[in-house]
């Protein structure tokens, strides 16, 4: 018999939604506080969720169990598949000393550290967000920056912020894609609302990279990079997802950042050099390597690149899905568990599936490039390529059951209800709806990581509370997408991909807190002008 959500467990909402807080104040201490190792803080947290779930909502044993598990199997994959392997391709372009070419490439396009991030961390983690998502970016640009001499948190938490204007529309427009399905609204209005929001962000993040770097007087410095970053991004991000749809935005954005920043480079150079204090910086004296050699180095990267963006095309992941997806129902959950209205119109079965794509998973487009690059290195060699691989899983097992236990919480709490009574209890601020629904959407992807599981969670709640309080409802929808892009930086999955892509297993507590101050900033703003398009700002809306 299937058990009913209750989103008011103790007959008190308030109450209902501080006790639901508990695990995430949980593992908001034990990373913000304790700075405990992201392994432990998330089994705490699982831990307590586990003991709420059972013990206040009454959520029958088996089925909270069932439901961790599901957790589990969605954080191993496709999560972790891709975390793996392109912490994977990076250790081979390491052991093979091709890592040492691409950096002497890049500190020869720019020796600038602020020029760096801003190539690699924000635009070219773009295009990643753009043809992959749910962690490609920050696991290949930290990996990157780490490589190219960075200090690892610092490194890793610069990623983290730059990883915020892509995420919306990443994964060819999954997040929005998803945000219309659950909403029953159209795509392209949900994407049109969100070209009038994100690109204030996306204009900034380049300047507010280079300010956490070297502070405000040392970036003006390099005003004309930002000023081209920032433009080129925010323009083909707003030109894009308003006039074409939510599935080019970020690819088309990191594109036009990168040919604007490479021809304004031809042109202008900053009157200095930034270099980090211990700055083992790479020597650009003497003739360097030639092209041939450099886009060599660079070819596990491009392969990756070109893998990336072809299992990201909806038209080919169907084929490579038709290969083989096996999907089955989760057992002892699926079917075991309805949700109620408000969340829902009426009551229905909450459907717990797991589909096994290994075929057109992104982490399996980045093993393919890997293998497909080792005859690109000199003196590499399939055998060792293969060691390479079990050695990075080694290094990994303490992010695979961090990200593996994150994963169970987020089900556990989405499945009990817990995630809904959170949401809900933003609802009853009225008129102020429109400032907390971008919050709801933040709270979502620290919850799941993701972005697209944000969206699938709160949109449909976003739609009819929106309805009901008399403000846009494609205006919510939009803020819950858009409120999320900031959750993604102090997600405790995001953050232990980082720490593993950097080789910094045990510091997530460190990376929380630089990142936490940003999530909160970047938030408040998104939430202010969601606030005042809901009012004297509504002529921006289409």
């Known amino acids: 018999m299937a058990w009913t959500q209750v989103y008011d467990p103790v007959v008190s909402e308030v109450v209902s939604a501080c006790i639901a807080a508990i695990p995430l104040i949980i593992l908001l201490y034990m990373l913000a506080i304790k700075r405990a190792k992201g392994h432990i803080a998330a089994l705490a947290g699982l831990a307590s969720a586990f003991i709420i779930a059972v013990l206040v909502w009454r959520m029958p044993i088996v089925t909270a169990i069932s439901s961790v598990g599901l957790g589990v199997a969605n954080g191993l994959f496709p999560i972790i598949w891709i975390v793996i392997t392109a ?121 507010w990279l280079s300010i956490v770097m070297c502070g405000f007087r040392r970036s003006m410095e390099i005003l004309p990079a930002i000023l081209v970053a920032g433009i080129c991004f925010a323009g083909a991000q707003f030109i894009f997802a308003n006039y074409h749809g939510p599935t080019l935005p970020d690819i088309m954005s990191a594109i036009a950042t990168i040919v604007g920043l490479l021809v304004l480079l031809r042109f202008w150079k900053p009157a200095s050099i930034f270099r980090f204090a211990e700055d083992p910086a790479v020597s650009t004296d003497g003739p360097g390597y030639s092209g041939k050699v450099v886009l ?22 169907a084929v490579l899905n038709g290969i083989s997806a096996p999907s089955f129902a989760w057992p002892l959950l699926d079917g075991m568990v309805n949700r109620a209205a408000p969340i829902v119109a009426s009551e229905a079965p909450y459907a717990a599936v797991f589909t096994f794509g290994w075929v057109s998973a992104g982490g399996t487009a980045i093993l393919l490039s890997g293998f497909i690059a080792v005859p690109l290195m000199p003196g590499y060699s399939y055998a060792k390529a293969v060691k390479c691989f079990f050695t990075t899983l080694h290094q990994l097992r303490f992010p695979i059951l961090t990200i593996a236990s994150v994963l169970g919480l987020a089900f556990l709490m989405n499945y009990a209800g817990m995630s809904s009574t959170l949401g809900l209890a933003f609802t009853k601020t009225g008129s102020f709806f429109p400032f907390f629904a971008p919050l709801i959407g933040w709270l979502g992807v620290f919850l799941t990581g993701s972005d697209t599981s944000s969206n699938a969670l709160f949109c449909s709640m976003q739609h009819t509370t929106a309805t009901a309080v008399g403000i846009p409802p494609e205006l919510a929808v939009a803020s819950n997408a858009v409120g999320g892009v900031t959750g993604k930086m102090i997600s405790p999955q995001s953050i232990s991909v980082a720490t593993s892509a950097t080789n910094m297993v045990g510091q997530e507590g460190n990376l929380f807190r630089f990142a936490l101050g940003h999530s909160i900033a970047l938030t408040l703003i998104l939430c202010v002008l969601a606030y005042c398009q809901a009012g004297f700002l509504s002529w921006m809306l289409p």
């Open 296 to 317: 060599r180095a660079w070819g596990p990267y491009l392969i990756l690149a070109v893998m990336v963006f072809l299992w990201g095309l909806p038209q080919f992941k």
């Open 87 to 207: 912490v994977w391709v990076y250790n081979m372009t390491v052991e093979s000393g091709e890592f040492e070419i691409i950096k002497d490439s890049l500190a020869r396009v720019t020796p600038d550290r602020r020029l760096q991030t801003i190539f690699i961390a924000f635009a070219f983690g773009s295009f990643l967000e753009g043809t992959a998502g749910f962690g490609t970016p920050v696991a290949i640009t930290a990996a990157m920056l780490a490589g190219l001499g960075f200090n690892p948190i610092y490194g890793a938490g610069l990623c983290l912020i730059a990883n915020t204007a892509p995420v919306a529309f990443g994964a060819i427009g999954a997040p929005v894609l998803t945000a219309a399905s659950v909403s029953g609204m159209d795509a392209n209005l949900i994407s049109q609302v969100a070209a009038r929001q994100l690109p204030f962000l996306a204009i900034i993040i380049p300047f």
